[in-house]
């Protein structure tokens, strides 16, 4: 299983909350539009900043983790047509994209439930 990580930075003059929203609302809706996000995500997941008053300020606004089989079916979904003409071009809509953040991995799991 192949995972990528993605950390977010609402893109200036933006709050968390305008953010949250056009995240959940408009740009999850077409991602999922597309065909390719049904046939290769296993897997999708954004988590959002809660208040944690003994930790530092979180230098992100969300993080969003997608799940594939392969390598190959990561990029059949990021590189398709689809992708690159239809979300790719929403991204600077409520991103800082100066300050976006990407690892793909595969996870070492240490603890799974109890």
């Given at each position: ?26 740009h ?12 290769y ?74």
């Amino acid at each position: 299983m192949i995972k990528m990580i993605i950390t977010l930075k609402r893109r200036e003059g933006m709050t968390h909350d305008e953010f949250k929203h056009y995240q959940q609302n408009i740009h999850r809706p077409l991602l999922m539009s597309i065909p390719e996000a049904d046939r290769y995500i296993r897997r999708f997941v954004v988590s959002y900043p809660v208040p944690a008053p003994r930790y530092p300020e979180p230098e992100y606004d969300s993080v969003v983790e997608a799940w594939f089989d392969t390598m190959a079916d990561l990029e059949a979904l990021f590189f398709s047509d689809n992708f690159l003409k239809t979300v790719d071009p929403d991204h600077g809509n409520f991103i800082d994209l100066s300050t976006f953040g990407r690892v793909i991995t595969e996870e070492d799991v240490v603890i799974d439930g109890r």
